[in-house]
């Protein structure tokens, strides 16, 4: 078995006509029944997610921020963890039998060290529910919540403290999901090393904010990168997981293409093979499940095969 084990994508699939984003409302529509009808659609249409990722054996997969619409809401009406638990472990139990591994990825709009308390409070409790979706699966904390870094007023030490500061508000299970990441604008992978350290975290590598936010670790050799982050997974964490996605040549630096460049995708996968260290690989690309499955060439020279590998059902 070589040092990639799972490929995946975020939120939905293309390749299926059947399935849709999560369905959500606004919120004086949020009445308790119409978020029973959004929720029973929303989990029938993860389960069936599921099951397609397993025929095409992808591995990794990132639920829908409004997966529960209104989840954190401090207004939402309906005790929605009672009353779906019981369908929840069933999904849950569902991406276990099938190997898959889960995550959320927290919006732009979750700052944990933001100046202002309502913010890091909202902020807080995203994670939280996020998390609660991934305890009520029964999925254990390598199933994670991603989070960036936040902003780095008024100077990036002080925004490093109280990013850590706000995540010892977390409840301890909500905490343990948390994974940083870098980002493309404000902290490069070497502060968010950093920063994951000071707080007892795992880190993510995203391969493209790192092209464009490069910071100290710029011309720094791609495997030693790898070694520095992975370093920051434990046994209980799970093993490390990597965000891989090209540059959109029409749009800002960052911005995410419908495709993956094979010849990156080759070159950046032979060198993380060079550590000997097993690691999950997150597609970001428009395409979705689409470009991983015009991936494959490359991931099978890698060990990982994508594409049909059980009949429909």
């Given amino acids: 078995m070589g040092a990639l084990r799972r490929v995946g994508y975020a939120c939905m699939p293309l390749g299926y006509a059947a399935i849709r984003s999560p369905r959500t409302t606004v919120l004086r529509l949020a009445t308790p029944e119409k978020l029973r009808e959004l929720i029973q659609w929303n989990i029938g249409n993860l389960e069936e997610t599921l099951r397609y990722n397993a025929r095409q ?14 989840g954190s809401h401090p207004e939402n009406p309906l005790a929605w963890q009672e009353e779906f638990g019981a369908e929840l472990r069933r999904v849950g139990d569902l991406a276990r039998s099938l190997g898959l591994r889960l995550s959320f990825h927290t919006t732009n709009y979750v700052l944990l060290n933001s100046l202002r308390e309502s913010v890091v409070h909202a902020g807080l409790a995203e994670i939280e529910y996020q998390s609660r979706v991934l305890d009520l699966m ?7 919540v991603v989070v960036h870094a936040g902003i ?16 010892d508000q977390l409840s301890e299970g909500a905490r343990r999901r948390v994974v940083i990441e870098n980002d493309e604008k404000q902290w490069s992978a070497d502060e968010v090393a950093l920063t994951a350290r000071d707080a007892g975290i795992p880190m993510v590598f995203d391969t493209l904010h790192h092209q464009v936010c490069g910071g100290a670790w710029r011309d720094r050799p791609l495997a030693e990168i790898l070694a520095s982050v992975f370093d920051t997974w434990c046994d209980e964490d799970g093993i490390p997981k990597v965000h891989f996605s090209s540059q959109d040549p029409a749009k800002r630096p960052g911005a995410h293409g ?13 060198q ?19 470009a991983v499955l015009h991936a494959a060439p490359v991931l099978a020279r890698h060990g990982v095969r994508v594409g049909p590998q059980r009949p429909e059902s």
């Avoid at 054996?57 to 209104?70: V, W």
């Avoid at 993380?272 to 689409?290: H, N, Q, S, V, Y």
């Fill in 258 to 270: 419908d495709e993956v460049d094979p010849e990156e995708l080759e070159a950046f996968l032979a």
């Fill in 138 to 144: 029964g999925l254990d904390a390598s199933h994670r």
């Fill in 57 to 70: 054996n992808f591995g990794l997969f990132r639920i829908g921020t409004q997966f529960i619409p209104f």
């Fill in 272 to 290: 993380a093979e060079t550590l000997g260290r097993p690691f999950d690989l997150m597609i970001e690309a428009k395409a979705k499940d689409l």
């Fill in 152 to 167: 780095r007023r008024p100077e990036a030490s002080v925004a490093r403290a109280r990013f850590c500061q706000a995540l």
